[in-house]
């Protein structure tokens, strides 16, 4: 499975989706899933939004791999990068640190 997450509180905070439903663009597979969006749908203060440390998972079709792409504080805490690899249930990975994740 591939999608967004934010990690709050030291708890994982995600929304999925499974591969079959995505469309392969370019080699890859990427949900169409925004964190500004789904965070406003969550009922969330949006001035919070980006206080939290967050990620977004992709699957790589050429190597059959997914690539979390993170927030260094994530990518840094080993119980942070277990909760993400449980709950999208993914085996074959790597974690990449992104720019567009700050914190």
Same mark, same amino acid.
């Given at each position: 499975? $591939?999608?967004?997450?934010? $990690?709050? =509180?030291? @708890?994982?905070? %995600?929304?999925?989706?499974?591969?079959?439903?995505?469309?392969? /663009? &370019?080699?890859?597979?990427?949900? *169409?899933?925004?964190?500004? @969006?789904?965070?406003? &749908?969550?009922? @969330?203060? /949006?001035?919070?939004?980006?206080?939290?440390?967050?990620?977004?998972?992709?699957? #790589?079709?050429? #190597?059959?791999?997914? $690539?979390?792409?993170?927030? &260094?504080?994530? +990518?840094? #805490?080993?119980?942070?990068? &277990?909760? $993400?690899? *449980?709950?999208?249930?993914?085996?074959?990975?790597? @974690? %990449? =640190?992104?720019?567009?994740?700050? +914190?």
């Amino acid at each position: 499975m $591939i999608g967004i997450f934010w $990690i709050i =509180d030291e @708890f994982l905070l %995600a929304k999925r989706i499974k591969l079959s439903k995505v469309e392969e /663009i &370019k080699g890859f597979k990427d949900s *169409d899933f925004s964190h500004f @969006f789904e965070w406003e &749908k969550m009922g @969330f203060d /949006i001035d919070r939004y980006d206080k939290f440390p967050r990620g977004r998972i992709v699957y #790589n079709t050429y #190597n059959k791999k997914f $690539i979390i792409y993170a927030a &260094k504080k994530i +990518i840094a #805490n080993e119980e942070y990068k &277990k909760m $993400i690899i *449980d709950f999208f249930k993914i085996k074959k990975y790597e @974690f %990449a =640190d992104d720019e567009h994740y700050k +914190i």
